[in-house]
């Protein structure tokens, strides 16, 4: 599936450098701009579910933690 990216407000200073690159590379513009992205998405690694809950984990490590069977506890009791 082909799709469409518009990237408007770019410096002057910038597409020099993406036109000269393209020139290097015997691409046009629009084509070094879609390699550039390829490559810079190609490198992204998508985390884990590990890595993901280490992080949740380091971000709520400062609250205070209500163990569930306490709020089980709690809520059965308030029936």
Same mark, same amino acid.
């Given at each position: 599936?082909? #799709? &469409?990216?518009?990237? *408007? &407000?770019?410096?002057? /200073?910038?597409?020099? @450098?993406?036109?000269?690159?393209?020139?290097? !590379? #015997?691409?046009?513009?629009?084509? $070094? !701009?879609? /390699?550039?992205? *390829?490559?810079?998405?190609?490198?992204? %690694?998508? +985390?884990?579910?590990?890595?993901?809950?280490?992080?949740?984990? @380091?971000? =709520?490590?400062?609250? @205070?933690? =209500? +163990?569930? $069977? %306490?709020?089980?506890?709690? #809520? *059965?009791?308030?029936?």
């Amino acid at each position: 599936m082909a #799709g &469409n990216l518009h990237v *408007r &407000n770019l410096d002057d /200073e910038l597409i020099a @450098k993406l036109k000269i690159r393209a020139a290097r !590379h #015997g691409r046009s513009a629009e084509a $070094e !701009h879609r /390699e550039i992205l *390829r490559q810079a998405l190609a490198a992204e %690694v998508d +985390p884990t579910f590990d890595d993901l809950a280490a992080q949740l984990r @380091k971000l =709520t490590a400062s609250r @205070k933690q =209500t +163990p569930s $069977e %306490v709020l089980l506890r709690e #809520g *059965r009791d308030e029936r």
